[in-house]
């Protein structure tokens, strides 16, 4: 549980730093702030989920692969 907090933790601040550097590229409007925050939330959660994949599957290998996966199934959101 102290773990699982403390990575949560570390999860909240980077996806405020993110939302900030993404906002920062936006129109400066309700929108783009809405926009910055839906972005970073989706990519942490990414994050937060193949991480969770690696998890279940035992731990084998870095877990990059599980989190490019991750990322690979919702890049077509973000394309235009």
Do not use: H, K, Y
């Not at 993404?22 to 193949?50: F, K």
Request: aromatic residues 8%; contains cysteine.
């Amino acid at each position: 549980p102290g773990l699982q907090a403390r990575q949560m933790g570390v999860f909240t601040l980077f996806e405020g730093r993110l939302s900030s550097a993404i906002a920062a590229r936006l129109p400066d409007d309700r929108d783009g702030r809405l926009r910055a925050g839906l972005m970073s939330g989706a990519c942490i959660t990414a994050v937060r989920v193949g991480l969770q994949a690696w998890t279940a599957g035992g731990w084998q290998g870095p877990p990059g692969a599980d989190v490019r996966d991750a990322f690979g199934l919702l890049a077509p959101a973000f394309a235009r």
